[in-house]
């Protein structure tokens, strides 16, 4: 998981896996079939991990909802292995690679609608599903951003601007 963490799934070769798995590369394919099964498995390992939607868990009120869900965002990103493996995983890949992709925005599609699925306790269907839209535009652009050396002190100024902005829209009724 980490070496496809921190060098994307193209970043990665059979003989780098093979070095760091500590096994021979006949070893590899009798256990995950190829490399894409190897990472579908980190992917899934990955996945179990404590995540920001986590940062949601006992919010009280919409903005410490999205203020849990930014800032745990912002605590994963900017770990050692910068970035998120599914917010900016294969966003694009060689044309043999495409099954992979489509897989990504997959699972970005599902975590999106697991937050939206939260934001229902404060917020109509409609309005959890624009919401989790957003947010999850920003948890991407936040990931690229720590992966090009962004602090976590810089990542939440933009989470504490994207929670004030959200606030505002509803002070006006616009929700």
Request: aromatic share 6%; proline share 2%.
């Amino acid at each position: 998981m980490h070496m496809f963490r921190r060098y994307g799934y193209e970043g990665v070769s059979i003989a780098d896996l093979t070095t760091a798995i500590g096994i021979a590369p006949p070893s590899l394919y009798s256990a995950f079939s190829s490399k894409a099964g190897l990472y579908r498995e980190a992917l899934d390992l990955y996945e179990g991990l404590p995540g920001a939607i986590d940062g949601m868990k006992g919010a009280k009120s919409l903005e410490q909802a999205l203020a849990g869900l930014l800032h745990a965002a912002i605590r994963a990103v900017t770990a050692e292995e910068r970035g998120c493996m599914i917010s900016t995983g294969l966003v694009e890949g060689a044309i043999e690679q495409q099954e992979l992709v489509r897989e990504l925005g997959d699972r970005r599609r599902a975590l999106r609608d697991n937050i939206a699925n939260a934001l229902c306790q404060w917020v109509d269907r409609p309005e959890a599903e624009r919401l989790a839209t957003y947010v999850s535009v920003i948890q991407q652009g936040m990931s690229v951003q720590a992966r090009d050396g962004a602090t976590a002190e810089e990542l939440s100024r933009i989470a504490e601007d994207t929670v004030a902005g959200i606030l505002f829209r509803y002070s006006k009724g616009a929700c």
